[in-house]
């Protein structure tokens, strides 16, 4: 089976956005983990007065992980499922919260209220068809200075890695699918995974796409080697250098 891309996988979260929150709650550890990965962008005075793009939000795991660690901050939610999003609204959010239906790909088309002081991506840039375009078009959104956290499903390249993801999808992920009526979107995780950039790859990935202080920071528990945060900065235009 190929990986589904474009509308074909956003079709798949469509169909199972009903389900996805009961699901992701099996994972131990998912939310806590959202919530180090977007503590990491560090922004000062609790994200007063700061703007924060939510690219790919899902049901709003990764936007809540957010307005947690920045309680000042405006968060703008993205993305490009309609039944994802759906879910999303339907939860209780403070009014500095708010969501805007658009693929990742189309930012600049989606007329957002940027520029952001920083971007945060969970679980997104292994499903896209052109990694490279949308981190350019991220790179662009952000204010000199400004901060990237990816939150992603990337190998360590290790062997070990690899045999204890595969583990995981034939003991769990795969059988939920199929428990589900989901098991085209479970597989596509499986393999979106295994397709994509191990982690100092995608690390290399964000140098190359403009961004200055990259780092690749392990994630604890059973996703250590699997999940990675990846920060990185827009250089200041006037002295070229990472504030």
């Not at 798949?12 to 180090?36: K, M």
């Not at 204010?143 to 290790?158: F, K």
């Not at 995608?202 to 528990?221: C, D, M």
């Amino acid at each position: 089976m190929p990986l589904l891309r474009d509308a074909a996988l956003t079709a798949a979260f469509d169909h199972g956005a009903g389900r996805y929150d009961r699901l992701v709650a099996l994972n131990p550890g998912y939310h806590a983990q959202l919530r180090r990965s977007a503590r990491r962008l560090r922004l000062p005075d609790g994200g007063a007065g700061h703007r924060v793009l939510d690219l790919g939000c899902g049901t709003g795991a990764s936007t809540a992980a957010l307005a947690a660690a920045f309680p000042g901050a405006e968060i703008v939610g993205v993305d490009a499922s309609t039944g994802m999003l759906r879910r999303a609204r339907a939860k209780d959010w403070p009014s500095r919260v708010r969501f805007v239906h658009a693929r990742a790909e189309e930012t600049r088309r989606a007329r957002l209220p940027g520029p952001f002081d920083a971007v945060f991506a969970a679980y997104l840039f292994r499903n896209l068809a052109d990694p490279d375009a949308v981190l350019r078009a991220v790179h662009r959104l952000l204010t000199p200075g400004g901060r990237l956290a990816v939150h992603e499903y990337a190998l360590g390249g290790r062997p070990a890695d690899r045999l204890v993801w595969a583990a995981v999808c034939r003991g769990v992920i795969l059988p939920l699918g199929t428990v589900t009526g989901d098991r085209d979107l479970y597989r596509h995780l499986w393999r979106s995974v295994t397709a994509f950039d191990t982690a100092p790859a995608f690390g290399a990935r964000l140098g190359r796409a403009g961004f200055a202080q990259v780092r690749v920071l392990p994630l604890p528990g059973w996703q250590t080697g699997i999940a990675h945060t990846f920060l990185g900065r827009r250089a200041d235009a006037e002295t070229g250098a990472a504030r």
